[in-house]
């Protein structure tokens, strides 16, 4: 299984990044997705995830209002649109998948990929 996370960079505050992680997974409708991220000294932080059917979803609450997850299951692709972007945001983001929901928000997952930078200037 590979998880690869596209779309980091460099942006002013209140500027907008999309994020794409790619699976490859023969049955990505199985898992539910989740985006994580890691600041500079820091550990690592969840900061959303959806379900198996993309009708559930949770953020923490530093993003929500901001930043949106959502799956494309005939892509095997996972997004986030992250909006009004704040410094705070600055991290390196990755994806990961696990076999409930419940196991992405806990951390538990079953497959991490490589992260993608994003940096917002101030």
């Known amino acids: 299984v590979q998880l690869q996370a596209s779309g980091g960079g460099l942006v002013q505050a209140g500027g907008s990044l999309r994020l794409s992680c790619a699976a490859s997974?023969?049955?990505?409708?199985?898992?539910?997705l989740g985006w994580f991220r890691q600041a500079p000294g820091k550990e690592r932080e969840f900061v959303a995830a959806?379900?198996?059917?993309?009708?559930?979803?949770y953020s923490v609450d530093s993003v929500k209002g901001r930043f949106t997850i959502s799956r494309d299951n005939a892509k095997n692709t996972v997004y986030l649109q992250m909006n009004s972007l704040k410094p705070e945001d600055t991290a390196v983001y990755s994806c990961?998948?696990?076999?409930?929901?419940?196991?992405?928000?806990?951390?538990?997952?079953?497959?991490w990929g490589q992260g993608t930078q994003v940096t917002v200037s101030s």
């Open positions: 997974i023969l049955t990505f409708s199985n898992y539910a």
């Open positions: 990961a998948v696990a076999g409930a929901v419940a196991k992405v928000v806990a951390g538990r997952c079953d497959y």
């Open positions: 959806i379900s198996r059917s993309g009708g559930t979803i």
